[in-house]
């Protein structure tokens, strides 16, 4: 599993390392006070944040030092995610593709110009580092099947075995989509919007200033 760098100096339970508005490295000051480079005021011990159900961070921030699935405390932020995210109406693309036809690679190629993307480490307790574990096992043994029944399906010219693929490819991405953990709602300039985090972990983090809410 990928780990976290934690910068050098870097208290505990210290989440804002660099200034969440031009990226300089607080190391050194106070626990808060006004960046030296921009002006704008930080907070070493802040740039998380909740609204509702949704977590929010600043991109650079670290999490709190807790498991995101149970909120039981963890040493390290161990688990590595690359987001990804772009307006739903890019969607209508795939769909305008149905028919006019060129539509799937229009999309890919749309999305991937405008996507925003984070990368954020994630606290998982050994018991969810488990559970995640079985989830990319089953997902293997399903992927692997389904290929398998794909070439089945050729060879014995039925379309019987490529039906149960397409089941199993359906189990696939579910399985896929679980071992995700947390799910992206939104991704901007500067901060992400998370879902699925667990409600515990959520209730020890400040509410969303109404001057961040647009
Ligand atoms: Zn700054
Ligand atoms: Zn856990």
Not at 93 to 118: P, R, T
Not at 119 to 147: D, E, N, T, Y
Not at 169 to 181: R, T
Request: with cysteine; hydrophobic share 45%; charged share 20%.
């Amino acid at each position: 599993m990928a780990k976290l760098t934690i910068p050098e100096g870097t208290e505990p339970d210290q989440t804002v390392t660099h200034c969440l508005d031009c990226g300089y490295w607080l190391r050194g000051l106070p626990a808060q006070g006004r960046c030296p480079e921009c002006g704008n005021p930080y907070d070493k011990f802040g740039g998380v944040w909740r609204s509702g159900k949704t977590l929010i961070m600043g991109k650079s921030v670290l999490l709190p030092r807790r498991c995101i699935k149970c909120n039981v405390p963890v040493d390290e932020l161990t688990f590595k995610r690359k987001l990804s995210w772009h307006h739903p109406l890019v969607y209508l693309l795939l769909v305008l593709g149905c028919f006019f036809g060129g539509g799937i690679l229009l999309y890919i190629l749309v999305a991937y110009l405008v996507s925003k993307k984070a990368v954020i480490f994630v606290g998982l307790c050994p018991q969810h580092q488990g559970k995640r574990r079985v989830l990319m096992v089953v997902f293997g043994v399903l992927f692997a099947a389904s290929i398998l029944m794909i070439y089945t399906a050729f060879a014995v010219e039925h379309p019987g075995p490529a039906l149960a693929a397409g089941v199993s490819l359906v189990g696939c991405i579910v399985m896929a989509f679980i071992a995700q953990s947390v799910t992206t709602k939104r991704i901007d300039d500067r901060f992400i919007w998370l879902r699925g985090v667990h409600p515990d972990f959520l209730a020890e983090l400040p509410e969303l200033p109404d001057s961040m809410r647009r």
